[in-house]
């Protein structure tokens, strides 16, 4: 790996939430921020409980219906606050690595009747244009080297496991279903071969 590969530990502070005290630890990697918030004493070898959550900000911020993930972020801080041990990595893809712009034109073209898989495709994007590269040396870094994940994405697991780090269970995060995310979150079944 070439030292600009790496990805920088930069600063950390604590971070009282409405799901408890966390610790907000910043990286850096390729120029882009991600963000770890990490609570407890992260025992070596222990498995902790991680969500590996990619930026949303129309979901995760301005509460939107059209997906499922403000709920999931919740419920894994909720999840972790419950343990009293874990982390939420929150990487700064937003819309599935598109960014921003692209996703809200991703939205009109569903608007229209297209599902999210080609929309993406129809603006000339992978339909999840997602690197996970940057997490070997954030769980480096936080000495990890095993995960309960909780998440529904296969391809994630696979990702995370393909950097060294081994994903011990996968837990589903089931939540945040409603009438607008129906057919989005089907999609995510029938086209990303999301799990149950
Ligand atoms: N391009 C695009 N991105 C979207 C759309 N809806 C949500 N996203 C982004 O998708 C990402 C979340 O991916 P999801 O497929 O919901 O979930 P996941 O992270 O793959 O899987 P889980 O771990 O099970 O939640 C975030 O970066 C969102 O901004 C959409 O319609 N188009
Ligand atoms: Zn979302």
Redesign the pocket.
């Known amino acids: 790996m070439k030292a600009s590969d790496s990805t920088r530990f930069i600063t950390q502070a604590k971070l009282p939430t409405a799901f408890g005290e966390f610790v907000i630890h910043v990286f850096e990697h390729h120029g882009q921020e991600h963000l770890v918030l990490t609570q407890g004493d992260f025992i070596g070898g222990e498995p902790i409980l991680t969500r590996v959550h990619?930026?949303?900000l129309t979901?995760d911020g301005l509460f939107s219906l059209?997906?499922?993930?403000g709920p999931?972020l919740a419920y894994a801080m909720e999840q972790i606050a419950h343990e009293g041990v874990g982390m939420v990595v929150y990487l700064r893809?937003?819309?599935?690595g598109?960014g921003l712009t692209e996703?809200i034109k991703?939205?009109q073209l569903?608007d229209q009747g297209l599902d999210?898989f080609d929309?993406?495709v129809q603006l000339g994007h992978l339909p999840d244009g997602r690197s996970y590269d940057m997490l070997a040396d954030v769980f480096k870094h936080l000495n990890v080297s095993k995960v309960k994940l909780m998440?529904?994405?296969p391809d994630?697991i696979r990702s995370i496991e393909s950097q060294g780090v081994q994903v011990v269970d996968r837990l589903p995060?089931k939540v945040g279903h409603n009438t607008h995310n129906k057919a989005?979150l089907k999609t995510?079944k029938d086209r990303?071969l999301?799990l149950d």
Do not use: L, M, P
Request: aromatic share 10%.
């Open positions: 990619s930026e949303c979901g059209r997906c499922d993930c999931q893809q937003e819309g599935r598109i996703k991703a939205y569903q999210t929309a993406n998440t529904n994405n994630k995060i989005y995510k990303f999301h």
